[in-house]
């Protein structure tokens, strides 16, 4: 943990995302997510983890860790056996409501069809009107 946190201050200038696992699998060792998050935001990195290994082992407060996303299977620690469907956090700050009220321009994000507004989705405008719910990560294949 310490070698993650010293990384973190020494390179952090030159790092845009940290993403580690909340738990790594090998070990068993759990990682205090709340101290990376914070040496990664003082370093104005982006912090996400990989909690496969976390979700249904450990409690989780992503939102009040101020952790930015994280992603999990549901098929191990969930019992979902195979084919479970996965799961994704963004925190709130990311959500575009939260950004406009902030002042800061919305950040461009990969988002699937269903981006766009739901009164407008098929309107065909070639214009954008985003949607402000999680919904708009949504794609299919």
């Known amino acids: 943990m310490e070698d993650i946190l010293a990384c973190i201050a020494q390179y952090g200038d030159e790092i845009a995302v940290v993403f580690l696992p909340g738990v790594q699998y090998y070990t068993g060792q759990l990682y205090d997510m709340k101290k990376i998050v914070a040496a990664g935001h ?69 988002e699937g069809w269903w981006g766009h507004r739901f009164e407008t989705r098929f309107k065909m405008t070639n214009s954008k009107r985003g949607s402000t719910v999680l919904i708009v990560f949504a794609h299919d294949t």
């Open 42 to 110: 003082a370093k104005n990195c982006i912090v996400g983890f990989d909690l496969a290994h976390a979700i249904g082992n450990v409690r989780l407060n992503l939102h009040d860790w101020d952790v930015d996303f994280a992603a999990w299977c549901t098929y191990k620690y969930l019992n979902s056996g195979a084919g479970g469907i996965g799961g994704l956090f963004f925190h709130k700050r990311w959500h575009d409501d939260e950004l406009l009220e902030s002042g800061d321009e919305p950040l461009v994000r990969l």
